[in-house]
Nanobody
Framework: QVSLVESGGGLVQAGGSLRLSCAAS????????MGWFRQAPGKEREFVATITWNSSNRYYTDSVKGRFTISRDNAENTVYLQMNSLKPEDTAVYYCAAGPVPVAAPTRVHHWGQGTQVTVSS
């Protein structure tokens, strides 16, 4: 079992940066593929980024490529999402996710965090 707790969300102006963190409990963190999803008001939850258990592969949705970077520290049981050049359309609740395969879709997620709000003002 893995418990995920996100932090680092907040209010930022367009063009600014934020770094989200997801702290995981449990001894099996290093075996999980990790990812980030987001959900804006009135919209479905969408994939943002995923990283394999050993950081060998990373995948991003097209709208964040070149602006967001996913990384992980297995020694610290933490996954990060560095978000640069933020846009108002990035405003959403961001969720950390864990699964046995790259979590590029909600159906692949076995564990969810509670979410952290990111608001980008124009």
């Amino acid at each position: 079992q893995v418990s995920l707790v996100e932090s680092g969300g907040g209010l930022v102006q367009a063009g600014g940066s934020l770094r989200l963190s997801c702290a995981a409990s449990g001894r099996t963190f290093s075996t999980y593929n990790m990812g980030w999803f987001r959900q804006a008001p009135g919209k479905e939850r969408e994939f943002v980024a995923t990283i394999t258990w050993n950081s060998s592969n990373r995948y991003y949705t097209d709208s964040v490529k070149g602006r967001f970077t996913i990384s992980r520290d297995n020694a610290e049981n933490t996954v990060y999402l560095q978000m640069n050049s933020l846009k108002p359309e990035d405003t959403a609740v961001y969720y950390c996710a864990a699964g046995p395969v790259p979590v590029a879709a909600p159906t692949r997620v076995h564990h969810w965090g509670q979410g952290t709000q990111v608001t980008v003002s124009s």
